[in-house]
């Protein structure tokens, strides 16, 4: 009776017939020089899901989309000056940095983000940026490594994402990494939890509509990790996952677990096309 009455909630709140509430006309240029690409057409591996692909900052209030078109008023840029320090600080037993191997981050990183997570053929698997941080510091710099969603890793992946703001979305999801981007694409479309949601319930067939007093937005990623205003820190994608997942009354998956990294190369690639954001501010 108990699991009825939640699927009969859930009904309710996502049952109104779809509609965009964002200003697609609306224009996202960061300190007034970068131009960001925040709707254009959906690549060919979503036909028959989605004609057109939006950012979720085109859903937010005019005061949230203000923030983050200006570095000084962007929450989240005090992470970045975090995580630049993080950069340059020596930390292991092999005595190095990222700036050891790596040198000037603005040059080195340029353009990462935006082909996250991607095929690594040494490890032999799909890997995301979170992982490669870690790798980098456990097997380079002798450090230990950062939990997956913790504070010093999302600062360092905001670092290396700002280095890309502005450039498009390019997910390979061809040759070796095909099968787990279907397996991510198999989880985006699979009802579960007491609720019996979908990823593709609210982002899919219910963008535009509000929930909690909020407008579900398409579900891209290209502006993580976001400054949550609800939460006044950084987010993840798999922290996002492991919140998604639990809203829906259903047993998570873990951060860095093969599913999320499925699922978040799945719904990566759904946001190839747009301007990578991070960091953005979302609410």
């Not at 970068?34 to 005061?63: C, Y």
């Not at 989240?76 to 990222?98: A, H, L, P, R």
């Not at 993580?224 to 997942?245: D, E, Q, S, W």
Request: aromatic share 6%; glycine share 10%; net charge negative.
């Amino acid at each position: 009776m108990k699991i009825k009455a939640l699927t009969a909630i859930a009904a309710v709140l996502l049952s109104a017939p779809a509609f965009v509430a964002a200003d697609e006309d609306a224009e996202l240029i960061v300190n007034g020089e970068i131009e960001m690409v925040t709707k254009t057409a959906a690549a060919p591996h979503l036909e028959g899901a989605l004609d057109e692909v939006l950012s979720g900052w085109l859903f937010r209030a005019d005061e949230t989309q203000s923030l983050q078109a200006d570095d000084f008023d962007n929450p989240g840029m005090i992470f970045v000056d975090q995580g630049m320090d993080d950069w340059g600080t020596v930390d292991g037993s092999e005595g190095k940095s990222c700036a050891s191997c790596h040198g000037d981050v603005e040059d080195s990183m340029a353009g990462i983000r935006a082909e996250y997570p991607k095929w690594n053929d040494t490890a032999g698997e799909v890997r995301t940026m979170a992982q490669m941080i870690n790798e980098c510091r456990v097997d380079r710099m002798g450090a230990e490594a950062h939990g997956y969603t913790s504070a010093k890793m999302a600062r360092m992946e905001a670092l290396i994402s700002v280095q890309s703001r502005g450039m498009p979305v390019n997910v390979a999801i061809d040759g070796p990494a095909a099968d787990m981007w279907a397996q991510g694409k198999e989880m985006f479309y699979s009802r579960t939890g007491q609720l019996e949601l979908s990823c593709a319930s609210c982002h899919e067939e219910n963008y535009g509509n509000r929930i909690r007093s909020d407008h579900l937005s398409q579900g891209h990623i290209n502006g993580f990790p976001v400054y949550r205003l609800k939460n006044a820190k950084l987010t993840t994608p798999h922290g996002r996952f492991k919140g998604c997942v639990r809203d829906t009354r259903a047993q998570t998956y873990s951060p860095g677990s093969d599913d999320f990294v499925a699922l978040e190369l799945y719904v990566a690639s759904r946001g190839n096309g747009l301007s990578v954001e991070g960091v953005s501010v979302r609410n």
